[in-house]
């Protein structure tokens, strides 16, 4: 399964310190777009090791035509790593993993199917659920997110010890 990451969810898994547990989630390959990987400039550092690792992968542009991303981005009014993010998703027919709200609505109505989008607290919840990080652990870079400016919902102190059971984990959680 492919989840292609947005700006928003690296830029806050980075922020939490679990970007290479979530990562390490099985059966999922991780990919990110060029514009994404330009607009995450302040996780950088981070993008290259793990693309130079292998856990991450850059997708394929190609997919998607300029014009085609331009007639998206207006359409959708969302910024550039939002739109190819969003339009590479739909090609590849995959999830996406995106913490902007008005990104969310976006590709839900794009991909059809609220089950196809989760954000950093739904990858989280599915790596506690693999036993990459701790409860504790996950709740901890919730608050270090939110501390460090990310838009993230309130959630319940249990949220990242439910099981997660949707499709293959990734259902229309926060």
Do not use: W
């Not at 690792?53 to 910024?79: E, H, I, P, Q, R």
């Not at 794009?110 to 990459?132: D, I, K, P, Y």
């Amino acid at each position: 399964m492919i989840v292609l990451l947005d700006a928003s969810t690296v830029i806050n898994l980075v922020n939490g310190g679990v970007f290479d547990a979530v990562l390490g989630i099985e059966g999922v390959q991780f990919q990110v777009g060029s514009l994404v990987r330009d607009e995450a400039s302040s996780a950088s550092e981070v993008l290259d090791l793990e693309l130079a690792k292998g856990s991450l992968t850059l997708a394929d542009d190609g997919l998607v035509s300029y014009s085609a991303f331009l007639a998206a981005k207006n359409d959708m009014g969302l910024g550039d790593g939002e739109t190819e993010c969003i339009l590479i998703a739909s090609a590849l027919q995959c999830q996406i993993a995106c913490d902007d709200g008005r990104a969310r609505k976006a590709a839900i109505k794009r991909l059809g199917h609220e089950s196809l989008v989760t954000g950093s607290l739904g990858l989280m919840q599915r790596a506690c659920s693999h036993g990459l990080i701790t409860t504790e652990a996950a709740q901890l870079a919730y608050q270090e997110m939110r501390k460090l400016g990310g838009y993230l919902p309130q959630i319940d102190v249990d949220f990242f010890a439910k099981e997660v059971t949707l499709l293959d984990g990734f259902g229309a959680q926060p």
